[in-house]
């Protein structure tokens, strides 16, 4: 089992939109599947209300959990279940250290724009001071969310992403596709939509598997 943290220093980079896709994508698999909501604007947690209404269940646990607690109740809820996702604020917040403390994985995506790239020094050092702190290492990925489909942007944030030997780059982009909004609107992870967009699956399918080191394949519904 692993605890994935999804987390950033900048809003607006589609953090929950990874960890609510990634806590759906895991239930597929067949894993019982926590989604611990970590951030004070609580978007996980709105998503898995629109989730029921539309599905009739989420098909995981949801728990709100913020502070200093989530490490003490995430060691506690850990032998339940086969993964824990943990959505985070994006900025440096006591949930997303304590998060951190905790987890296997840290995930950050990037959104491929020069100001998101000012806050890769600070996340770097973030990552090596909890590195520091851990008895074990956790691995730390960062991506490319929101990419956009032609433009040089996408290959210069790549190179600058891959400097940072603190983040794993994974050359895995989510496009900055419609289909991951209209899906979120209803509650849904972007393959269980009535005509799911084969692209965007493929990319979620891809990043998912990197991050699990799995090598499962998503058949739309």
């Known amino acids: ?19 609510t896709n990634l806590a759906a994508w895991l239930v597929l698999q067949g894993a019982e599947t926590l989604l611990v909501d970590a951030d004070d604007q609580a978007s996980a947690s709105d998503f898995s209300a629109y989730r029921e209404e539309t599905r009739g269940s ?22 339940k279940y086969d993964h824990i996702v943990i959505d985070t604020g994006g900025r440096d917040t006591t949930s997303q250290r304590a998060a951190m403390y905790v987890c296997d994985v840290f995930v950050t995506p990037f959104n491929p724009r020069a ?8 996340l770097a050092d973030l990552v090596d001071e909890v590195q520091s702190m851990r008895p074990t290492p956790m691995e730390a990925y960062s991506f490319i969310n929101r990419a956009d489909t032609r433009s040089l942007d996408n290959r210069q944030v790549s190179d600058a992403l891959a400097e940072y030997q603190q983040l794993k780059f994974l050359p895995h982009p989510l496009t900055n596709r419609k289909a991951f909004a209209n899906s979120a609107a209803i509650g ?22 990197e991050i699990t080191h799995g090598s499962y394949v998503t058949t739309p519904a």
Do not use: C
Request: proline share 6%; no cysteine; charged share 20%.
């Open 115 to 122: 100001y998101d790239l000012w806050t890769v020094p600070r």
């Open 188 to 209: 849904l992870a972007v393959f269980e939509m009535e005509q799911p967009d084969p692209k965007a699956v493929a990319e979620i399918e891809a990043l998912f598997n």
């Open 58 to 79: 989420t098909g995981y646990t949801l728990v709100q959990i913020n502070g200093s607690h989530v490490r003490k109740q995430v060691e506690s809820l850990r032998p």
């Open 1 to 19: 089992m692993a605890v994935i943290v999804v987390g950033s220093q900048k809003g607006g980079v589609g953090k929950t939109t990874i960890a």
